[in-house]
Structure formats: C-alpha cells, structure tokens
C-alpha cells in the first residue's frame, strides 16, 4: 500500500491547527525503513536538522518495528501541528496480534523492551488503545517561532508525492552503501590508531634512550669522581690531624666545611652505585639473623643528633628480644633514607616517630613525620628515581626513597607509603622475624 495524501489537505489550516501530510503502512521490515524514511524527510522539509531530526527518526522506526513485529496491521500517520509551537507528530497505531503484551510493556517506564526510552528521544510520548489495538503519539517541535502556512504544506505535499516507499532490492542497496561507508570510516580510524601507535613508539624509545644514557653518564660521573673525591677526603683528614698551633679557628672552620661536603658528596656517589645496581639486578646482601633492638639502637645513635641539630624529636618504639632476617649495614640505610627523608620535611618543632610491630611472620617498621604530607597525585610515584616526597624542594637527588625500596625489596620485604597533605606522611616497610637468634 503506498503512502496516501489525506484528502483534507486543503482545508484551512487556521480551522483545523492540524493537517495530516502522509500515511504509511507498517506491515514489514521494508515499511519500518520508508517510515525512517518519510520521517527524515518530513524533518529536513520543515528545518528540523542535525541530532534532533536523527533521534526523532529513531524513536518512529523503533516504535514502528515493535508494531509490525507484534500486531496483525499496522499504520503510522504523519501530521503538521500548526499552533505554537508548531510541530510534527506521527502517530503509529497496531492492531491483532500480540497488542496485550505490546500494552502491558508499555505500562512499564523502565522496560527496555519496544517503546522503553523512545520517549527520551522527543519532545511528547504518549499511548493509548483499546483491548485489541494500540496507538503510540510521538510530537516532535518545530523551531522556536516558527510558523507553518497553507503554502508551506502543499510545497511539503508536493515534495513527499515524489517519493515512492522502496522495494527490497532498494532496501539492501542502501543497507549496503551502509555498510561500505561503515567499513571506510573503521578502516579510516584503523590508519589513523596506527599513525597513533607509531608515534607513540618513536616517543618511547626516545625515552628510554635518554634514560639509558642519563644512568650510563650518571655511572662513569659517579666512578670518576671516587678517585678525587678519596683524595680530598685524605688530604682533608690530614689538615684535620695537623697541631693547632698551625691552624687558626677560621682554617679550621673552613676544614670541617669541606669535611661535611666531602660527606656529602660520598652519599651521593654512594646511592648512584647502589641505583644502579638495583637497576641491573646486581646488589648484594647479606642476609642472616640479627638483633632488632641493638640495630635500632644503632640507628638511634646515628640519627638522633641529625634531628635534634633540625629542632626536631626523634623517639623509638619497639619491642625486645626479636631477630629479623636481614642484611644489617642495609636495614641501617634503610632506616637512614627515611628518617633522613622525614627530617627534610618536617618543620623545626615536629615529631618523627619510629615504631616496631610484629606481624605474623614479619616485623613492620613505620616511619612517621608531622610535615607537610605528599599530595595524592604525587603517592603513585613516591618511590620512583629522581622523585622527592614533598611538594618543595630540598637538597639531594631524589634517590632514596627509590634505593629504600630496591633494599627492602632485596631482603624480602614489601615497603609503602600512606599520607595526608598537610598532616604528614607514614612510611611502612615489613622484614622477616626470625624465632630466634
């Protein structure tokens, strides 16, 4: 059955305010794609464009399909609303068939089955029907202010004549042509992901060549400067060792300034060897078992001045007679990086707290400051080389924190962090307990 013209088409359009364009069967798939159809062009007619028109098509062709799959015949007819605000309105009606099950659906907003959301997709939805028929109304506005006259629905009934519904052969051509431009347009995001992926290669290795060369500089700048180092150390011990008489008190002061920065610059050195080899898999430990108390008591001894010359207190917690499996010059520069770490960032009058628990099969140390804390973005990449743990910056390379893992790591133990920015930071490391000495 073609689509018909109502034969009211001439009547005034300021009596009726509703003129019925067009009338379409809806009895097979081939109907469901001319009412997509009609319903596009009836848009485009009336300057309805863009993601509008597209949604308004959808919602019809869906509650079209639901008709034609559930009901014995089925009818969809198209009309210009013109009071204010003008619009189109289709209406689909079904009858025979399974119009219960279709009626029952529609009574549930949250069914996604045949007209559940198409009515998110215009402007008014409604239902209605009897015990054997079922009529679906879908309103879809004009734009604003726009009016619609006798001249504009004959130009618009000329146009619609012209058009004839397709056969099935139509229907699979434009399926296809479909389906062609659908394979294009991936082939064309396939060219375009691997332009992508390329770029993102040559960006990689770009990368990790400046990375391969920075640590393979920072290895022969670290060996290189061992030798001259060792001999300022020596020279520097020498004056240190010299009589009084032949040093003045600014001599002196001057001495004991390039003892520290030799110190200094040994630790760096230091942890540039031990990067790089935890980065080659190559640091050794000696693993056995030690005392807990008397390597704390050591680290106490160690760091207790350095916090206390910072203003800060540095207090030990943790319980006797418990042996831990570990490399003891390691588990000391551990805990070294990390009280040094957090007398960097804690201000003159805060508190770094050292405390020991047992846990099952291991000993868990925290290490806790009330400085400044770490941003959450920063956390995921805490232990990273190079990385600092607070947001300003301070002396040193960013490396221990990174060595502090490789160490624990490499006796067994498991290390991380929790931290809340202006409330200070928690450092966490576990060690295997040993039963006994």
Request: one cysteine or more; proline letters at 3%.
């Amino acid at each position: 059955m073609p689509a018909s013209l109502s034969t009211n088409l001439w009547k005034i359009v300021e009596d009726t305010m509703d003129v019925t364009l067009t009338k379409v069967r809806v009895m097979k798939e081939a109907d469901v794609v001319f009412l997509r159809q009609r319903a596009s062009h009836i848009c485009e007619l009336l300057g309805i464009e863009g993601l509008k028109q597209t949604r308004f098509a959808t919602a019809i062709s869906e509650v079209g399909r639901s008709m034609f799959v559930n009901t014995v015949k089925g009818m969809a007819s198209f009309a210009v609303i013109t009071d204010q605000p003008a619009s189109i309105r289709v209406t689909v009606r079904g009858e025979g068939g399974e119009v219960s099950k279709l009626q029952h659906h529609a009574n549930i907003p949250s069914s996604e089955r045949y007209f559940g959301g198409c009515g998110r997709l215009v402007d008014t939805f409604t239902i209605s029907g009897s015990a054997d028929a079922i009529e679906v109304s879908l309103v879809c506005h004009l734009n604003p202010g726009q009016v619609v006259t006798q001249e504009n629905i004959q130009e618009i009934a000329g146009e619609l004549q012209k058009v004839s519904p397709p056969n099935q052969i139509d229907i699979i051509r434009q399926q296809n042509n479909e389906l062609i431009q659908a394979l294009q347009k991936l082939k064309e995001q396939q060219a375009e992901l691997q332009v992508s992926e390329e770029k993102e290669r040559e960006a990689r290795t770009v990368a990790e060549n400046a990375v391969h060369a920075r640590d393979a500089m920072l290895s022969v700048v670290s060996h290189d400067l061992r030798n001259p180092l060792n001999t300022i150390s020596l020279s520097t011990e020498l004056l240190q060792n010299m009589p009084a008489t032949q040093i003045d008190d600014q001599q002196a002061r001057l001495i004991n300034t390039i003892v520290r920065s030799v110190k200094t610059m040994d630790r760096l050195i230091c942890d540039l060897f031990d990067l790089g080899s935890i980065q080659a898999g190559q640091l050794t430990v000696e693993i056995a078992s030690d005392s807990l108390t008397e390597i704390l008591l050591e680290s106490k001894e160690q760091m207790s001045p350095i916090a206390k010359q910072a203003g800060l207190t540095l207090s030990y917690n943790f319980p006797g007679n418990l042996f831990v499996f570990c490399d003891r010059p390691r588990f000391l520069q551990i805990l070294s990086n990390l009280i040094g770490n957090a007398i960097k960032f804690t201000s003159q009058g805060g508190q770094i707290d050292v405390k020991v628990t047992q846990e099952e099969s291991n000993i868990c140390i925290a290490v806790a400051d009330t400085g400044q804390g770490i941003a959450d973005e920063q956390i995921p990449f805490i232990f990273d080389k190079f990385r600092q743990a607070g947001t300003m910056r301070k002396a040193g390379m960013g490396l221990g924190l990174s060595i502090a893992k490789g160490l624990v790591e490499a006796q067994n133990g498991k290390i991380w962090v929790h931290s809340k920015f202006g409330e200070g930071t928690v450092f966490y490391f576990t060690l295997p307990v040993c039963k006994s000495s």
